[in-house]
């Protein structure tokens, strides 16, 4: 008794306390085992099994998280205080104190406390922690602003639309509290059986002990068989087959560097049927890569860089950062500026040299009079890339077309999702033509874009009622909601924020997606172990019950086999989880990423940027230019034929990459 004591003080006294609230639950079945135990004088193995049962339930408690923080910190994204618009100017007060029609004011660099309508002013505004979008929108009079988003360059003035405890940030943070909350969890069916078994069982003994010699069979013959069906009654087997197998899963997704919030998010997985992705942060990698360059009227590409990068050297713009790096790759002069102009919304303009150029979107050009090359234009858009145009005062000189990295490991996700019998649907912020891009490179099933992350959450909702279970996967806390709802949350932990993490069932650790693909093979082998697990014990259980009453059992083999045995067996099948090796090999991103920036012709002096294909460099191999796919393996992914020789298109000199 003592060593059930020390061993397991918290099932103790969670059973004393079932037996005062009249509730039989399996604290108080593992506890009667236990104590039965030392009755058949098998205290060691009752007292070892009350042990490991208590780990369980204190590993449970530890990784399950129910995010009552993560809400809290959603909140406090909005500022506390505003500016409020009064008649002697603008003074400070607290968010909360802000009506619906008031106007507040909104400096450069700070944070939007509360949602609204522009009144005066434009700027640029940084709205990816609500909708995902990873490049700023630039907002004008008349535009909705949220709150939580980051004000770039311009002071503007919001007539607000909703008070604080009704923003979206706000509705955000009611969404994951409600969706955590409907969370269904499901009793364990060991729980179920157990909760029937051991008292039948128990019963079953003490009748076979009672009544035969009442009918004046031998007495002490049937007090044997009842002893040998009260250690066969004894459901430690049972009770671990569970536990074990989630343990055992639980360390080595650990190991991988996948974190599970719980056992239950391992048996959820046998529900699931589709998985639905976020895409900034998720499949790409949120950064701003230059894409192709088209020159016209003669220019070389290598100018259009150096002409727009000297321009971008003076804009705060992400799209101009990644012209700007671009160019320093290339190892450009940067050439100086006068009569530089931001025209927000539209573009930038500049003087190099005396003469006066424009970088910005085809509807900046548009209105400048310039005869635009409309159908390359559609065909960068169509792509899911975004075109930058160059040009001077007399005509268009090229352009450059920017899109997002796509992170290495998201094709063979997809891919080995899809050879798993899972349906792929993209749902982001990001622009329509940008998602059906990606979604096209990745061979994903459906793409959604432009989703507000209220509509990623009617989104999640439309998919549950088409399939039995669907997996969610982001980063943002946009994708917040919409992971606690679905009903397997999984976040990418290297972009992840905090009420992501807290939200996601699930923690990929890093940036690898391959790990998801690790996390699905380890879940379903545990399934399949806790099944065999289950069922062992039951037939076992079962058939030297029935051995016992017909009088074909003895006591060392109930004890030997029946009840130690298979505890044994559930014991080591479970263990066999630890021999999981994940199918794919590890892919270095170096690999693919080769240290050469640029395409070089020594006799004609020409430099060019590395082209992409599915949505990366291409690499170098031989002679020529291959997609990345094929250095990864024809037997992990589709191959790609794309290749380009490495032949100077003006000399036919043998092209350098330096």
Partial sequence: ??????????????????????????????????????????????????????????????????????????????????????????????????????????????????????????????????????????????????????????????????????????????????????????????????????????????????????????????????????????????????????????????????????????EKLKDIETFAFDKTGTLTEGRLRIFEIISYNGVTKQNIISIAA???????????????????????????????????????????????????????????????????????????????????????????????????????????????GYETVLISGDNQRVCNSIGSCLDIDRAYGEHLPDQKLQEIQNLQQQYKGVAMVGDGINDAPALALADLGIAIGASATDITLETADIIVIGDDLKKILTYVDIAKKTNKKIKQNIWTSIIVKVSFAILTVIGFMTLWLAVGIGDMGVSLLVLLNSLTIFQYKFLYKEISTEKLESKAKLIICENCQTKDIIPQHHGRDMVQKGDKLICWKNIISSEELENCDEELPLHCPYCQNKLELK
């Avoid at 499901?186 to 078994?197: D, G, L, R, S, V």
């Avoid at 039948?200 to 009918?215: A, G, Y």
């Avoid at 899911?384 to 094709?411: C, E, F």
Wanted: net charge neutral; glycine share 8%.
């Fill in 310 to 420: 000297s321009l971008e050297s003076l804009s705060e713009h992400p799209i101009g950062k990644a012209i700007v790096n671009q160019a320093k790759e290339m190892k450009l002069d940067f050439q100086p500026i006068n009569d530089f102009e931001v025209i927000k919304g539209k573009g930038i303009k500049g003087k190099i040299n005396g003469e006066m150029f424009y970088v910005g979107s085809p509807k900046f050009m548009k209105e400048l009079n310039y005869e635009l090359p409309i159908n390359d234009i559609e065909s960068i858009e169509s792509s899911g890339t975004i075109p930058i145009l160059l040009g001077n005062h007399k005509q268009l000189l090229g352009i450059i077309s920017i899109r997002d990295v796509l992170r290495v490991s998201a094709p063979i996700l997809i891919n080995g999702l899809k050879e798993r």
């Fill in 1 to 266: 008794m003592t060593s059930i004591l020390l061993s397991s003080p918290g099932i103790v006294k969670e059973a004393i306390e079932d037996i005062k609230a009249k509730k039989i639950t399996a604290n108080l079945l593992m506890l009667i085992a236990g104590i039965a135990s030392f009755f058949i004088f098998h205290g060691q193995e009752g007292a070892t099994a009350l042990l490991l049962y208590a780990i369980a339930e204190r590993l449970e408690e530890m990784t399950t998280d129910k995010s009552r923080n993560a809400i809290k910190e959603l909140l406090e994204l909005a500022p506390d205080e505003a500016l409020l618009k009064t008649e002697n100017g603008y003074k400070s007060v607290a968010s909360r104190e802000i009506k619906i029609g008031d106007i507040v004011g909104i400096k450069p660099g700070m944070k939007v406390p509360l949602d609204g309508i522009i009144v005066k002013g434009n700027s640029y505004l940084d709205e990816s922690a609500i909708t995902g979008e990873s490049v700023p929108i630039f907002k004008n009079k008349g535009d909705e602003v949220f709150a939580a988003s980051l004000n770039s360059d311009g002071f503007i003035d919001i007539e607000v639309t909703r008070e604080s405890t009704n923003t979206i940030v706000a509705q955000i943070a009611e969404s994951v509290k409600i969706a955590q909350e409907n969370k269904s969890n499901h009793e364990k069916f060991i729980e179920k059986f157990a909760k029937y078994y051991t008292p039948i069982i128990l019963c079953s003994s003490i009748v076979v002990m009672v009544i035969p010699p009442l009918f004046g069979l031998n007495f002490i013959d049937w007090f044997y068989r009842g002893l040998i069906l009260l250690v066969v009654s004894c459901p430690c087997a049972l009770t671990l087959s569970t536990p074990l197998a989630n343990i055992a899963s639980l360390t080595k997704q650990a190991r991988e560097g996948i974190l599970v919030k719980g056992n239950k998010f391992i």
